[in-house]
């Protein structure tokens, strides 16, 4: 197949037949099953098949990740390797998941449920471009001497910090890892990864693949599981030095208080966001931003973390822009994940479908008016599909627009000026991102400063690339995912004095 062509099936159950996913933990270089070995059912959102069992870890298991991972870290053999030596493993690892596109994309898609363009177009090549990244960074960046009276070369060098634990979640479940993996092995860590237990099975198939392209066993683990079994044994545990954390923001104070129990371990979190999408009227094509405005709050059934899930628009173009977002809505509806026009999927499991429909009954409640959509759809498929949909009348107070929903769902505020707006797109515990469209240049700068939050974006929404830093701000969290400055957060600095007389 050429990059780009998108591989089909015509059933979860003809895909699983046709990969056979592997569901056991990798741990030291080999497919094992869970100590205990328990299993649970890998179940696909796309019509409620089991597709596999995958293993159920626990703290046995995360013990025996931990103890081989911190094995090798101190044999050296990947710590201690020539810079060239990592740049060309991880290189060949990015090359070998581009040959093996279209099983991952798949794989994606039957697990949770996004649909095949995305896992094909997006998923892959965006996580095989960080490792690629990362890769091509090892020997590129260099340490420090200080400028120290001649008497002494002072060094300043950054060391690897050993056995590196990642939590990650299940809306991008190969780029969230590809997010932890690229910059924590191009330091030299050995890495402990723990999956969502809703999309393991591409974490899984790629821990070949690295080992495949010459990466040392053990440099590398796998422990799929749940949070509160294998995630609380990562973060609990005396030999992990650090955990990077993708998810809510509920699970990130978890890692806090894990930390504070155990070891001190560090922690990166990437968690939670309700990010405000401000529309100013002077804006001159509208349709642009409503385009913008329905894809960042749609775009992955709505499970993004950084999704525009606050429109703020000016009231004096408020009904005439919501009206140009349904416009675009329409054209968003969820289809049949591996059909390859089709723009939405499953949203991941039961219990998330549950949850968002629950927060549709809630804005309802408490008064504000359904636009556009608010239904669940293709029910007879067994599947967990959710319409596009847009409340108006959202009082930033509201339950929809102060918490974080995960799904397709949008809550329209309106506002008088920019410094309302300002006030009401920062009236929220996250700060993970933020937008607005305007073409007054001085309002574009002031505006920016002002939002509390990692990223704003002015006149586009979620432009972004591996060379620029991604995270939060408040309850979003810390560190920052992507660029070089997330080698940072998985080394440590070390001053080496050396006194010449
Ligand atoms: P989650 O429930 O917080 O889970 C994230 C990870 O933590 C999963 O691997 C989960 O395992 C594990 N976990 C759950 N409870 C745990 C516990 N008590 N101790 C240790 N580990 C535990 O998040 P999610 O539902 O998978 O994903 C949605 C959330 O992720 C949203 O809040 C979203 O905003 C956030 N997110 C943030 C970013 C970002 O970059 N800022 C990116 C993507 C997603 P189980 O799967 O077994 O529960
Ligand atoms: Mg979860």
Redo the contacts with the bound molecule.
Sequence with gaps: MSATAIPTASSVADAAERLQPEGRAFIDGQYVNALSGDTFDCVSPIDGTVITQIAACDTADVDRAVAGARAVFNSGVWSNAAPARRKSVLKKFAELMLENADELALLETIDMGKPISDSRKIDVPGAAKCINFYAEAIDKVSDEIAPTDPSAVAMVVREPLGVIGA??????PLM?AS?KLGPALATGNSVVL?????SSLTAIRIAQLAVDAGLPAGVRQVVP????T???A??LHMDVDMVA????????K??MK?SGESNLKRVSL????KTPHIILPDYPDLDKAAEAVAWGIFFNQG????AGSRLLVHEDIRDDFIARVAKVAAGIQPGNPFDAKTKMGAMVDTT?MERVLGYIEAGKSEGASVAFGGNRVMAETGGCFIEPTIFSDVKNDMKIAQE?I?GPVLSAISFSDVEEAVEIANDTIYG?AGALWTRDVSTAHKVARQIKAGVVWVNCFDAGDITTP???FKQ??FGR?KSLHAMEKYTDLKLIWLQLD
Excluded: H, R
């Design positions: 939590v990650v979640p299940w809306n991008f969230m997010w723990k999956p969502a237990e809703q599981g749940m949070g509160e294998a995630g609380q990562i973060g954390f993708t998810g809510s923001t509920e699970v990130g978890y890692f894990y990437e968690c939670g966001g499970e993004v973390c950084n998330q974080e995960f993970l991604f995270g939060g979003s969290g995912d």
